[in-house]
């Protein structure tokens, strides 16, 4: 199957740095890629949709200026949490299809980003 | 918008048969999705339904009714390593997937 290749797994940070999370896509070119949160026992929530070559799509409710995405090749996606509190802690996982979602194709996830913030 | 519910946790001894349900409301219907979640690690795909009936691959089945706004997955045989959390996902007028919480099976001797 196809692999999405997501680093750091695991980060721990002072409140007020940022991160970056990278997220790319190994054996297929991905013209868009999705960015979830997860928190411990809860759903995952979609923050953003990444498309290559031009501006993210937020999801109601996420700070575009806190949450920056940058989609710069067909193979790479990143997400840097600015200015992080320890709120922003939680589980970020990508993920990315195959070709264009038009019914049924298989997302692809990414390991996941452990984000600690203190 | 679409909203998604499933039990929040089920038990299950080993070599077991377990039925996990889902109920959607959704406006715009392109799918359902079930995925596999290990703690800590990413979602793992497992089925799609977008016709009514169910759906057979290997131990796990899939179920939908459209009329319904309902889902199910079946899982057969069970084995230690099914002990996750099982992710219901409808697909809507985007196509990109929302994932209801999961529920989380736990699978004992």
């Known amino acids: 199957g196809a692999v999405v290749s997501q680093h750091p797994s695991r980060v721990i940070c002072k409140s007020g740095t940022s991160v970056k999370i990278e997220c790319r896509s190994l054996d297929f070119q991905a013209t868009t890629m999705f960015w979830y949160r997860q928190f411990p026992k809860q759903s995952l929530m979609l923050m953003a949709t990444s498309n290559e070559g031009s501006k993210a799509t937020y999801e109601q409710g996420v700070e575009k200026d806190k949450f920056l995405i940058n989609h710069a090749s067909l193979t790479l996606s990143t997400l840097t949490v600015t200015s992080a509190h320890p709120e922003d802690s939680s589980f970020y996982i990508c993920s990315a299809a195959r070709q264009a979602l038009s019914g049924g194709e298989k997302l692809f996830f990414g390991s996941g980003t452990q984000l600690s913030v203190l | 918008g679409q909203n998604i519910d499933q039990p929040t946790e089920m038990t299950a001894t080993e070599g077991a048969i377990v039925q996990i349900n889902c109920t959607y409301q959704?406006?715009?219907?392109?799918?359902l999705f079930w995925y596999q979640q290990h703690a800590g690690e990413a979602p793992t795909f497992l089925s799609y339904n977008v016709l009514d009936g169910l759906e057979e691959k290997g131990r796990f089945s899939s179920f939908l009714s459209r009329s319904k706004g309902y889902s199910y997955l079946l899982l057969k045989e069970l084995q230690m390593k099914d002990s996750a959390s099982y992710l219901c996902?409808?697909?809507?007028?985007?196509?990109?997937?929302?994932f209801g919480r999961g529920t989380s099976l736990i699978v004992h001797p």
């Open positions: 996902a409808t697909s809507g007028g985007s196509y990109i997937p929302t």
């Open positions: 959704t406006s715009g219907f392109n799918g």
